[in-house]
């Protein structure tokens, strides 16, 4: 399989649940993104990894928590999630992370928390 | 900082009508800019780019030329095909960052 691919498509949780999301990129890239995109509302940058290291948390609230266990693997461990963290969450990968390089998107986990 | 205007949509236009969809930006340095689509239910896939003035980046009949003077970057297509439907989205990378700054989105609907 090649790619960018996000585990589940779409998932339903009350707000006492404890979900994870699964990204797993085959592409070789060194740096992976978490990226919430809500209805009318700007996509929206949430973490980004480089070789494995976090170098970025744009003020994303502690009920997301983000895990890169190794460079082709990054999860989203979601725990007391409010109804408006609904959204589509989007993994990405790029290669070198300098500015120049395309990043390549998963299809996206559809999250409604009810 | 930097940031990404585009044109609000939808734009809903009949299949083989002219595209435009705007876009300028604001940028520390020389950005590299970047056309993204979205097709319903699925992620983010590039459509093309360009990475220095005057350059002209193409794909799918898709065109988008890098205007460093009116700091632009407008996507246009001779003939819409209703497959074109989406959203399209404007971004860039600049100033050593490589975190990328997206437009808010235009959606395109083509009727047939």
């Known amino acids: 399989e090649t790619g960018v691919t996000q585990t589940p498509r779409h998932l339903v949780m009350g707000m006492t649940n404890k979900k994870s999301l699964k990204c797993e990129q085959h592409?070789?890239?060194?740096?992976m993104y978490w990226y919430k995109q809500s209805a009318k509302k700007p996509l929206e940058l949430m973490f980004v990894y480089n070789f494995k290291e976090q170098t970025e948390n744009n003020s994303v609230p502690s009920r997301f928590s983000p895990e890169c266990p190794n460079s082709s693997h990054l999860f989203l461990h979601l725990h007391t999630l409010q109804p408006e963290d609904s959204a589509l969450y989007l993994c990405?990968?790029?290669?070198?992370?300098?500015?120049?390089?395309?990043?390549?998107f998963g299809p996206g986990t559809r999250l409604l928390v009810l | 900082g930097n940031s990404v205007t585009q044109m609000e949509g939808p734009v809903t236009l009949s299949e083989e009508a002219f595209l435009t969809i705007n876009c300028t930006y604001t940028?520390?340095?020389?950005?590299?800019l970047f056309w993204y689509v979205q097709y319903p239910g699925e992620g983010l896939q590039l459509l093309l780019k360009a990475t220095k003035a005057d350059d002209k980046g193409s794909n799918k009949g898709f065109e988008a030329t890098y205007r460093k003077e009116t700091t632009s970057f407008h996507l246009e297509k001779g003939s819409v095909q209703v497959s074109d439907s989406a959203v399209y989205f404007c971004?860039?990378?600049?100033?050593?960052?490589?975190?990328?700054?997206f437009g808010r989105g235009t959606s395109l609907i083509v009727h047939p």
């Open positions: 971004a860039l990378t600049s100033g050593g960052s490589y975190i990328p700054t």
């Open positions: 990405a990968s790029s290669q070198d992370p300098t500015g120049q390089e395309t990043q390549y």
């Open positions: 592409l070789g890239h060194n740096a």
């Open positions: 940028a520390t340095g020389y950005p590299s």
